[in-house]
Structures are given as structure tokens and as C-alpha cells.
Nanobody
Framework: QVQLVESGGGLVQLGGSLRLSCSFS????????MGWYRQAPGKQRELVAV???????NYEDSVKGRFTITRVNAKNTVSLQMNSLKPEDTAVYYC?????????WGQGTQVTVSS
């Protein structure tokens, strides 16, 4: 069984930075595709960034150039460095692990960007 625990959310001002981390408990972390999703109030959950087992990455258009997703297989962690934050980045951010039909979610961490 896989468990995901996020950390690093909080309140930050416009233009500030935050770093989210996700700790993966389980086996074979290195074969999972890992992603960060977010859900703002009244909106659907959306993919923010993904880093595959191959280390290839994809980003949602609005965060390109501002957010960076990384993974350290030796530590079973995936991180999301968020720079130049905007109020529209305010959301609950969720860590996701996916391997074929298996999918796991963290409990989420709140990110609030004030203007």
C-alpha cells in the first residue's frame, strides 16, 4: 500500500516562493509517475506538473517557467518549487502517484497567495 504525505504549504505574498514536498511510503517509488494537482474553491482538480519514472516532465501552461517539479528516488520524495506566485495559484495542492491503473493521493496541503 502506498501512502503520500505532503508538506510545505502556507501563506505567501504575491511574487513569493514556496516549496512543496511529498513523501512516498511504499515500494518501487522509482517506477511511479509522480504528479502535483491543485484544486481551487469551486473548480475542478487540475494537473499542475508531472515527473515520470523516466524523469521527463510536463507542466500546466500557467505555471511554465515558474514551477519546477523534481524527484529524488533515493529519498522517495517529489518536490514542487513554486516561484513568482500569483493569487490564482491559491488552491489545495495534492500529490499523486500513478502506476498503470494504480493511483494514490495525498491528503493535500493549502497554498494561499495574498495580493
Amino acid at each position: 500500500q502506498v501512502q503520500l504525505v505532503e508538506s510545505g504549504g502556507g501563506l505567501v505574498q504575491l511574487g513569493g516562493s514556496l516549496r512543496l514536498s511529498c513523501s512516498f511510503s511504499g515500494t518501487y517509488f522509482n517506477v511511479y509517475d509522480m504528479g502535483w494537482y491543485r484544486q481551487a474553491p469551486g473548480k475542478q482538480r487540475e494537473l499542475v506538473a508531472v515527473i515520470r519514472s523516466s524523469f521527463s516532465t510536463n507542466y500546466e501552461d500557467s505555471v511554465k517557467g515558474r514551477f519546477t517539479i523534481t524527484r529524488v528516488n533515493a529519498k522517495n520524495t517529489v518536490s514542487l518549487q513554486m516561484n513568482s506566485l500569483k493569487p490564482e495559484d491559491t488552491a489545495v495542492y495534492y500529490c499523486n502517484a500513478r502506476l498503470y491503473t494504480r493511483e494514490y493521493w495525498g491528503q493535500g496541503t493549502q497554498v494561499t497567495v495574498s495580493s
